[in-house]
């Protein structure tokens, strides 16, 4: 609940928990997405089939990843929230319209990967969405900074660590993007190792590893 | 929780907590069903059939507009909250029931818009469910208004605003679903329209962007 | 969050929030996924085909009811609750397992309706459902007042309406069931009117109906 | 709220409210999916059929009965939590993945059970999947224990129970997963009787039907 219901200077001041009931709610969606997709998928021949899919389940632990990092990233950003206003909000819908979407072109991705004369055009989707929930993300942060919607208490270190990584995440994949035109399946691995380096928390895990040595 | 459990005039005193909850669920979850269509469609031949499945895809960006748009009401409406009772928590029912049947008919107009045969009929269906979530929504703010379920802390810039843009979306369902029995494709245009004048922020936007120039 | 971690008659107190906000989840899950069948369902030849599908709308509302209603008799007995224990919390999850499984029977209805020869039997176990719902609710509240889980500010009117409206209810289901064997439509129309004598607040209703009168 | 924002060994303090609102939407998801399966299922011919098809249904209870048990058991683990960290949040993340992963080999092993050939394959990656559920909770409990993320209050008996049934339940796991390498549908029975084991409190039973003798 805000301490102080107008602010002077315009923004309106709304409760963040709905706000977080409802990112949570669609982010949970989105995750469940992917396994309906692996729910609906024919399972067909046992082992070997399963090995000839490593596509599919490559496509999928990504956006796994993807919309796990989205939904670290956008914990770590609402946390420092001292209050929202009627943009933001609307910002925060158009981020989770972006997350929601991602199980779709995750599963065309599946699909060119089958059918090789539709993997660019698939790859590149898929690419463009990684690279809206990222940007998207990022434009919610500037906004939130922009309008002063943080608390006193600052940023925090999960948050610091997502605006670090903005840099190079995007030129990751502005790079893994063009790649793609010409080779769909490098792209994809390359979506893989950004993906792997948006979640892992380095300076923790190095952390937590050499505390108790 | 309810500072005093029984209020005079009769109505009973529940936690809304639980109402917000069950609602974002549900917002969340009619709001997933849209993207569900989007993935279960069969993807078909790339690049040009995305071009031409265009109709599909702006189906879909109404009805996620009008839902993000019904839920971003509730929200500013139950902000304001003091107090539910048994009527309201069954109203707040209903509302959820026609937000969440809107992915049906959405599907509808996506099909209406490949067979023209059934164009009217689908597209009718369709406006009258955008106009249900309007009316019901508005009946949960005026029972909330008649049973003073609000608290003294005055409605706020967001539910005045929807107050203030009911009318003119109403008049404006009314035509466009008139429009819809001649022309259906103009009604999907019209419809469009309606839902970007409900989501965007006319005055905040204007404050925002003037006041850092 | 419990006032006293350890009560002394050996129930162990656990936070109810997580329960409630679980049971919501599923709760909406379950109400969604019958808006899933409609958009499942082949929509066909327009107007006069969803004229001729009148039993499967009749079975979505039906179910829509009981659930909504099941959903608002749970809110009434947590609302209440000071604490829960590990039986409560095993018997809420068998009733989850019964609502979350109610839109599976709905389907079958609504295929029953149009092949005749298993009506009788697919009427039946969404009666059955419809009545196992009932009775489990019946259920957590009893286990929850003999042991002395709810709070001292006493059930409230929606939770002693429930408590009143549970042997008729369960006696009309019980009739319905019986009448099923023999004339199934008949069955889901009592269906249809025992789903809205659960949900109509009569007595809430007339109050605010004659207050301002 | 956490009390101090920043502790001094290094990790970070997040509120643990959205993690828990996530977590319940993803397990709530899980339970759901599985019900989605069963709706999916060609129903087939009444009655017989119903009792024909009765391994989807006992795999449908197993699988309910360990996902039940898994938010039961990461209820009580978050219960204690007087904050998270960063790796918390990850390894979070992974068990939530194996849990919305769990409705698919559910699938795969009805399937299994109709077409003998891939039942050795289809049994084993389903007690693979149980067995990757436990093994990760038990691994957020460790990492929690060791990075003392519980509050002083203590870890309450329901965390205490879960601990306590690690190791029988794990060596049963590896047991039935070796036994249905040979005969699968014993490992099915098997797989039963640790989900009834793990989720069944006999302490509180017996002191709930005793107590009032």
């Known amino acids: 609940m805000p301490a102080d219901p107008d602010r002077p200077h315009g923004g309106r001041v709304l409760s963040k928990d709905r706000m977080e009931g409802f990112s949570d709610g669609v982010f949970g969606f989105a995750i469940t997405l992917l396994v309906l997709d692996l729910a609906v998928r024919p399972p067909g021949t046992a082992l070997q089939q399963v090995l000839h899919a490593w596509p599919f389940y490559l496509a999928y632990v990504i956006s796994f990843l993807t919309i796990g990092g989205a939904w670290l990233a956008h914990t770590a950003l609402t946390d420092r929230l001292a ?38 055009v698939y790859v590149t989707l898929y690419g463009l969405t990684l690279l809206a929930i990222r940007v998207l993300g990022a434009a919610l942060d500037a906004y939130a900074r922009r309008e002063h919607l943080y608390s006193q208490k600052g940023e925090g270190e999960e948050l610091q660590s997502t605006q670090r990584k903005f840099l190079p995440v995007v030129t990751g994949y502005v790079i893994a993007i063009l790649v793609g035109l010409a080779l769909p399946r490098l792209a994809v691995a390359l979506y893989f190792g950004l993906a792997v380096y948006l979640v892992v928390p380095f300076r923790e895990t190095a952390r937590a590893l050499f505390r108790h040595t």
């Open 83 to 120: 209050r929202t206003d009627s943009l933001f909000l609307r910002l925060n819908l158009l981020v989770l319209l972006v997350v929601v979407f991602l199980p779709f072109p995750t599963r065309l991705i599946a699909e060119a990967l089958h059918n090789a004369s539709f993997e660019r």
